[in-house]
């Protein structure tokens, strides 16, 4: 058990990693006006509000996968405390609650905690809080962090994960059980390994043999546990978690393609994943963003010039919702803002000039392609590459007759292909944002 009070909160992050994440939570919210309900904090990290009147006695209890970091907001309690191995008469152990009761101990200790002053009680720590001190009963105000221990904090982390990027139940539960089977220190040594930029993929099919699982399963699962290291990364860098979820969305597009093919979760490619989890492209809002240097002679905007290697940021678009124009703006701005930069570039299919003439002219790839002045274009004969972008990987790319119509985009594509005997197309295009607003339309 520790005992502490909460400016010394700091001196423990070396201990364990959450209570990086937790000081940034506690600087970024008054924990007095936050919610009775469980709130994420990331990286496995929970905590919920608890407001009560403390009581003269209680039980002992012990949490196996998580360790507790309890901090008084108001009022005075003490916590009795002793070390497990001297409790008896012990209940059975809950999963669901990881919760479990013993009737009492040989000795217990007790401490007495008032506003500022927390404890952190560990799995070996039996402890019985909420009682009155000597001067009789309170009203407390505390807040409790979970935070979970090393053989669960990448199971944690990834239980967490599931829900934050809306991954589908069947995957969820898939990858969850695969990630059960995997040791703490078969993951942290894949950890070690790719962040240093070595090689995994045999790393992760032995794992995939050893633990019964498809490749593809296996390779989604390491993934998703690897951005735990990613996740702490964020924090250490005071990106907001928020950022990182979104950024972490595209395991849920990548799934998609999986599912798309095999029929089955999983992960078929990882190439765009890895810029995302060694954080050199972030996802705001409905685009992502990659910082790097302008890739064109140069251009003028009034008495500025931007040169060719100057930086500004890439646009990439994910799949996901449609691109209507709040959508495309919030996104502008979150970027400006997140970047302190405001210029943008997008070499992309989107921007093929052909769309004016067989898309409609109010669809949001056109919209998105008025945010933009076009650089350059090109055009090409046969260059089917991105086509799996609206017909998917189960049709005969290049048999155009037999091309599904399903939406208007199918259709109209399908009917340019079979007129221009399968031309395609795209541009480099530029757009500087200041305070919110496109300047260089």
Not at 18 to 32: C, H, M, Q, T, V
Not at 369 to 396: C, I, P, Q, T
Not at 399 to 418: C, N, V, W
Request: aromatic content about 10%.
């Amino acid at each position: 058990m520790i005992f502490d009070q909460i400016n010394h909160l700091c001196q423990y992050e070396s201990l364990l990693p959450g209570i990086k994440a937790i000081r940034r939570f506690l600087s970024e919210n008054d924990p007095a006006q936050l919610p009775d309900t469980r709130i994420q904090i990331g990286g496995g990290v929970f905590c919920t509000v608890a407001r009560y009147i403390t009581k003269d006695d209680g039980c002992l209890e012990a949490h196996r996968r998580y360790i507790d970091l309890q901090l008084i907001l108001s009022g005075s309690e003490v916590i009795e405390y002793a070390p497990l191995s001297s409790t008896a008469d012990e209940k059975d152990y809950c999963e669901k609650t990881d919760l479990q009761f013993f009737g009492g101990a040989a000795r217990t200790m007790p401490v007495t905690l008032s506003a500022g002053d927390f404890v952190i009680l560990f799995p070996h720590d039996a402890h019985k809080p909420g009682l009155s001190p000597a001067d009789g009963a309170k009203d407390i105000c505390k807040i409790v962090f979970k935070i979970p221990v090393r053989e669960y904090t990448h199971y944690a982390h990834v239980e967490q994960l599931c829900t934050r990027i809306s991954l589908p139940e069947d995957a969820s539960a898939a990858v969850l059980a695969a990630a059960k089977r995997i040791t703490a220190d078969q993951i942290e040594a894949i950890t070690a390994r790719y962040f240093a930029d070595e090689e995994i993929s045999d790393d992760i099919a032995a794992l995939a043999a050893a633990i019964g699982v498809s490749l593809p399963l296996c390779t989604l699962t390491v993934y998703m546990m690897l951005s735990h290291h990613t996740f702490y990364s964020y924090i250490a860098h005071g990106i907001s978690s928020d950022v990182y979820y979104d950024s972490m969305t595209d395991f849920t597009v990548w799934n998609l393609e999986s599912v798309r093919q095999n029929g089955a979760p999983g992960l078929l490619q990882t190439v765009w994943l890895s810029f995302t989890l060694k954080e050199k492209i972030y996802r705001l809002g409905r685009f992502q963003y990659e910082p790097t240097t302008f890739e064109h002679p140069e251009y003028i905007l009034g008495d500025r010039i931007i040169r060719r290697g100057d930086p500004v940021i890439s646009i990439h678009i994910p799949e996901g919702p449609p691109m209507d124009d709040e959508a495309r703006m919030d996104s502008y701005r979150r970027a400006e803002a997140f970047f302190g930069q405001n210029v943008f570039v997008c070499e992309s299919w989107l921007l093929y000039p052909a769309h004016r003439s067989f898309l409609q002219q109010g669809s949001n790839i056109v919209r998105f392609m008025d945010d933009f002045v076009l650089l350059r274009a090109e055009e090409v004969r046969g260059d089917l590459s991105n086509l799996w972008r609206m017909y998917g990987f189960k049709h005969d790319l290049s048999d155009f007759a037999s091309l599904p119509e399903m939406t208007g985009m199918q259709r109209a594509y399908k009917h340019h292909l079979i007129e221009t005997g399968g031309m395609t197309g795209g541009g480099y295009g530029i757009l500087v944002i200041e305070n919110g607003t496109i300047i260089s339309k």
